[in-house]
C-alpha cells in the first residue's frame, strides 16, 4: 500500500529553511487567534472587524474618501460599499459627496458613530493590550520592526 508523499519525501530547495515555513504557520496561527479575539470583543458591539475597521480609521484619521478608506484598510472599493452600506443604515457614518468633483464620495462619522468610539475604543485597546501583555516593550517594538520589514519585503515583490 501507497502512502501519501510527505513534505519530508519531496525534494525541497537545496538552500530551503524549514525554519521559515514553522514561521509562516506561527505568524498565520496568530494573526487568526488575534482576529478571533476582535471578532468576539467587536460583537459584543454589534460590529464586524470590517465594520469597526472602517470607523476606527474615520475616527483616528477624519474623514476620508472611499477610495483612501479602501486603501487603509487593504480592502476593495466593493467591500467599502458594503460595508459602510451597514454602518450607513445604523446611522454610525454618512457619505458626502464632493461638491467640486460629483465622482469623489467622503466617508465621515456621524454624531452617533463618534459616541460609540469614544465609548468602545477604550476597551477594544485594552483588550489588545491585555493580549500584548505576553510581551514587555522591547519585544514589542523588535516584534513591531520585523512584521514591518517582512510585510514590506513581500509587498515589493508583489509589485
Not at 20 to 38: D, E, I, M
Not at 47 to 74: D, S
Not at 121 to 128: S, V
Not at 151 to 157: F, I, P, W, Y
Request: proline share 3%.
Amino acid at each position: 500500500m501507497d502512502r501519501e508523499a510527505t513534505t519530508d519525501d519531496r525534494e525541497l530547495p537545496q538552500a530551503f529553511d524549514p525554519l521559515s515555513l514553522k514561521v509562516w504557520v506561527v505568524l498565520a496561527r496568530c494573526y487568526q487567534s488575534f482576529s478571533r479575539l476582535v471578532a468576539h470583543d467587536l460583537a459584543r458591539h454589534g460590529l464586524t472587524t470590517p465594520q469597526f475597521g472602517v470607523l476606527e480609521a474615520l475616527y483616528h484619521l477624519g474623514p476620508l474618501t472611499l477610495g483612501e478608506l479602501a486603501g487603509k484598510l487593504l480592502v476593495t472599493g466593493g467591500n467599502i460599499t458594503y460595508v459602510m452600506d451597514r454602518l450607513e443604515r445604523e446611522g454610525l457614518v454618512q457619505r458626502v459627496r464632493s461638491e467640486s468633483d460629483r465622482r469623489v464620495v467622503t466617508a465621515e462619522l456621524t454624531c452617533e458613530g463618534r459616541e460609540l468610539l469614544d465609548r468602545i475604543f477604550p476597551d477594544h485597546a485594552e483588550i489588545i493590550e491585555e493580549a500584548m501583555g505576553v510581551l514587555d516593550t522591547s519585544e514589542r517594538e523588535e516584534l513591531h520592526r520585523l512584521l514591518k520589514k517582512l510585510g514590506l519585503s513581500v509587498r515589493d515583490e508583489l509589485d
